[in-house]
């Protein structure tokens, strides 16, 4: 090998040490630990204080969200229903037929008043056309008496 194509290979290596060097040292400094998975290798952060104290946005208090009904949250284009007695389920507040807003919660159902789809308070499957796709599910959790927006 010539002396000009070592020097080029050892600047090589010294370059990808130096980013190794580089990305190591650029951590948060924070006191946040890692695991490792064994089938990637790859380091995930975990942050205990992060992961027992879950944060969202209230939505509204369980008090407010009708047994067998729900409310529809058009700012945050969400709809809570509570299909049985504390048990909340989240959805997306817009209609998988042409992306309107869907309006209201009555007997049992999410009503687009668009074109009159109609959706299960249970799993927000479509009950009556023209959507043929359920709602999306949306990620809450209840807190005691709040219910969060994750």
Known sequence: ????????????AVGAAGAVALVTGCGDGGDASTTQTATEGATTPTDSASASAPSGEELARTADIPVGGGTVFKEQ????TQPTAGQFKAFSAICTHQRC???SVSDGLINCPCHG???????????AG????????KQITVEGDSILLM
């Open 1 to 12: 090998m010539d002396t000009r194509r070592r020097s080029v290979l050892a600047a090589g």
């Open 77 to 80: 284009e969400v709809v809570v």
């Open 101 to 103: 807003t869907v309006g």
């Open 117 to 127: 789809s109609k959706f299960r308070i249970e799993d927000a499957s479509v009950a």
């Open 130 to 137: 023209p959507a043929t796709r359920p709602l999306p599910v």
